[in-house]
């Protein structure tokens, strides 16, 4: 369990100009359609976090089972423009990895990461989001002088507020060979499954909205090093 306060913590707040307007303060005039940036002394800012971990060997799944489970109280003070805006966020996590132990050969790994977020200001409605992370991963070395490895990745995300929500699934593999006592061999592929990017879904009550941002595509890399 941990517990930070944060006194005097620094906020910045916004005033909007809608006509041409003299501040004294600075003797300066400022052209309408501005907006003047400034940063505040508002108070305090806490967190408070803790988290409850166990880890057993399981003979029926023949593998290590870890379990974490997290909670996460936040409050920042803040401002919307002039107006003050305070914020406080709650989380919530659960973590569970699992590492196969039935052969020295092979290893399978699998990880799962939930986190579930609240966040609620003064002047909004509370806000909840999603986030999941499951992934699957295989290691061998069954065939002598090779280690080859394989990772299934899948992110989603939901905001309930606007029914907001974003799915991605990559695929990452490699081979390695040593060719010697010093020298290493690696071919590397990334985003094997062409599909790192980002897809938004988003529904309304008035329209549906779809949004796909790509990013680096698939690709293959060779790498050699050596030892000194």
């Not at 400022?30 to 940036?37: D, I, K």
């Not at 977020?117 to 699957?136: G, H, I, P, T």
């Amino acid at each position: 369990m941990e517990y930070q306060i944060l006194n005097d913590f620094i906020a910045q707040r916004s005033r909007f100009f809608i006509q041409e307007t003299y501040l004294p303060q600075y003797n300066y005039t400022v052209l309408q359609g501005a907006t003047l940036y400034s940063v505040e002394n508002s108070g305090t800012q806490q967190l408070l976090s803790g988290q409850l971990d166990y880890s057993t060997l399981s003979n029926f799944l023949k593998s290590s089972v870890k379990l974490a489970i997290g909670y996460t109280y936040e409050h920042t003070p803040a401002f919307a423009q002039e107006e003050r805006n305070d914020w406080d966020r709650n989380q919530f996590t659960l973590n569970v990895g699992l590492i196969s132990n039935f052969s020295r050969k092979i290893e399978i790994s699998i990880n799962s990461s939930t986190d579930l977020n609240r966040l609620k200001s003064k002047q909004s409605e509370a806000s909840d989001m999603l986030n999941e992370r499951v992934s699957l991963g295989v290691r061998t070395s069954i065939i002598p002088k090779f280690t080859l490895k394989a990772t299934l990745s899948h992110s989603y995300y939901k905001q309930f507020t606007d029914n907001q929500q974003t799915n991605n699934t990559t695929l990452e593999a490699s081979i390695a060979r040593k060719l010697g006592k010093n020298i290493d061999f690696s071919l590397n592929g990334y985003n094997l499954l062409d599909s790192q990017k980002s897809e938004t879904l988003l529904k309304t009550a008035e329209y549906t909205g779809f949004s796909r941002i790509a990013t680096t595509g698939r690709c293959i890399m060779a790498s050699l090093s050596y030892k000194f």
